[in-house]
Antibody, heavy 115, light 107 residues
């Protein structure tokens, strides 16, 4: 059974960098799947942030271009998200999810941007 | 970006009812569409992919149809555990985009 688990700070200061890690079990990040990040602002809908492949290839949502980066750590079977210059608008529950079709999701982690 | 528009945004239904949710894409996406169910405080759960294919373990009371720009999710024999918010999502083109959601509430 594929399981994903997000981890990272729950509080980030404005203008700081949000850094999250997704640990994968029951599957390998080196397999032929894209690994995704999706966020959901409080009481709002779902926003796709981007995806990363084990080769390091990435696709990002243009709305976040320039602030987002993703990477894969094969040795730890993890993939990561970094979002710079955060504001209150980046406060959200962040989910990691696996393709195809976003079949598997982590439980989500609430990240609040506040001083 | 491809815009996904769901309707209605909310609906009230009774246990045992059959409900239908509509999703419209701003341009043709073939059958590159998925449906998700989300309950409060939980991650979305994948129900359907390729517009009509059920994910493993999803009961057959859920069904999807459509292609191109117009899609539907139908839930038969609504049960208490089905009351949730449902989202459609296209994966034809990046960025992946979601509909605004349909909240199914108990009447």
């Amino acid at each position: 059974q594929v399981q994903l688990q997000e981890s990272g700070p729950g509080l980030v200061k404005p203008s700081g960098t949000l850094s999250l890690t997704c640990t994968v079990s029951g599957d390998s990040v080196s397999d032929s799947n894209w690994w995704n990040w999706v966020r959901q602002s409080p009481g709002k809908g779902l926003e796709w942030i981007g995806e990363v492949y084990h080769s390091g290839s990435t696709n990002y949502n243009p709305s976040l271009m320039g602030r987002v980066s993703m990477s894969v750590d094969k040795s730890k079977n993890q993939f990561s998200l970094s979002l710079t210059s955060v504001t209150a608008a980046d406060t959200a529950v962040y989910y990691c999810a696996r393709d195809p079709d976003l079949e598997f999701w982590g439980q989500g982690i609430l990240v609040t941007v506040s001083s | 970006d491809i815009q996904m528009t769901q309707s209605p945004s909310s609906l009230s239904a009774s246990v045992g009812d059959r409900v239908t949710i509509t999703c419209r894409a701003s341009q043709g996406i073939s059958t590159d569409l998925a449906w998700f169910q989300q309950k409060p405080g939980k991650a979305p759960k994948s129900l359907i992919y390729a517009a009509s294919r059920l994910q493993s373990g999803v009961p057959s009371k859920f069904s999807g149809s459509g292609s191109g720009t117009d899609f539907t999710l139908t839930i038969s024999n609504l049960q208490p555990e089905d009351f949730a918010t449902y989202y459609c999502q296209q994966y034809k083109t990046n960025p992946l985009t979601f509909g605004g959601g349909t909240k199914v509430e108990i009447k």
